[in-house]
């Protein structure tokens, strides 16, 4: 899984004719990037080299990190920003906990 800025420069990666073909490539839209020239992209990796690429669309949540972290830290409500399964784990396993 990459970010459609890092993607764009998958061609530069040190032995890229290798890893073009180890994997299945999931390629997430990132704001500020043009959606078009990655869909091109794409296309000439699966047609030059049988690329195996998933393009992923998503809707943002206007949530930071950090304060998910601190909700997190200070054992208050997530307000429903994670999966339940997700934040049961990372209290269970104290994951934050030395922050």
Known sequence: MLGGDAFLYLKQWNRFHEAIGLCTYVVFER??????VVTLLAEELRRD?????ILMGYEPTPVSS???RQC???N????GLLHPSVEAYIR???????E
């Open 31 to 36: 704001s500020g990037i043009d959606d078009d």
């Open 49 to 53: 080299y049988g690329a195996r690429i």
């Open 66 to 68: 950090t304060l998910l």
């Open 72 to 74: 997190l830290t200070g």
């Open 76 to 79: 208050r409500d997530t307000l």
């Open 92 to 98: 269970e396993k104290g994951v934050y906990a030395n």
